[in-house]
């Protein structure tokens, strides 16, 4: 069962509320049609309202057992993992566009810390979530148009850790994430998108931080690569 979230900060927490009327909208899932789980996935993804938290979601036990469905431990973001296995792995989805979720906005959680070891971390722990997910994705049985979505959706996580790396103010801590993104750039360059084709000829001319400026500073323009 895939249900509706929504975002809110508490008064006067002023820092985060453009980041609020973001997700609000993004979670609707107006327009979205119960059905088979891969058209579903699908949907969502076209429609870019794709949110894998576990939370905003019911699952049966039986798929879960059959499969084997588990958290991977010791890492972050490990719901990117989780949800595409289990959606992959049900028949059907049944979708509510009634908010059954609320989630507070709060300082210092694992997506707003400015904790440069948090970010490290989200940034090696995002690369191994792609490296892993892509050939798992690539072996399932699964319609093209899906395959080709998910792929997108987990290439792209490449960009996000590039966003991430502009965050590092630490000398050691930016050379760890250089090195750990560049190391992964396979994640782009075997993308068969132009825009992917793009990035990694950037990096590879520029460099990762003049790159990663460049995207950051056409801010208009990231909904292209993201």
Request: contains cysteine; charged residues 30%.
């Amino acid at each position: 069962v895939l249900l509706r979230s929504k975002g809110f900060v508490d008064t006067g927490n002023t820092c985060f509320e453009s980041k609020e009327k973001n997700y609000v909208k993004r979670l609707k899932n107006a327009g979205i049609k119960s059905g088979d789980s891969q058209d579903v996935l699908l949907q969502v993804l076209n429609k870019k309202v794709y949110f894998c938290a576990a939370v905003t979601k019911i699952y049966r036990k039986k798929i879960l057992d059959k499969y084997q469905i588990r958290f991977k431990s010791g890492i972050l973001h490990e719901d990117e993992e989780w949800t595409p296995r289990v959606m992959l792995k049900s028949k059907k989805v049944f979708v509510f566009d009634d908010t059954f979720y609320m989630r507070r906005y709060r300082r210092n959680s694992i997506t707003t810390s400015k904790d440069e070891s948090m970010i490290l971390r989200r940034i090696k722990d995002y690369l191994f979530i792609a490296d892993t997910m892509i050939p798992y994705v690539n072996n399932c049985e699964i319609n093209v148009d899906l395959k080709e979505k998910l792929e997108i959706h987990f290439r792209t996580f490449f960009i996000s850790c590039m966003f991430l790396y502009l965050r590092l103010n630490n000398e050691l801590n930016k050379r760890q994430a250089n090195n750990a993104i560049k190391e992964k750039l396979n994640l782009i360059s075997e993308g068969k998108s132009i825009r992917f084709n793009i990035i990694t000829l950037f990096v590879n001319t520029f460099g990762l931080e003049v790159t990663s400026n460049i995207l950051l500073n056409f801010n208009k323009y990231r909904s292209i690569f993201l």
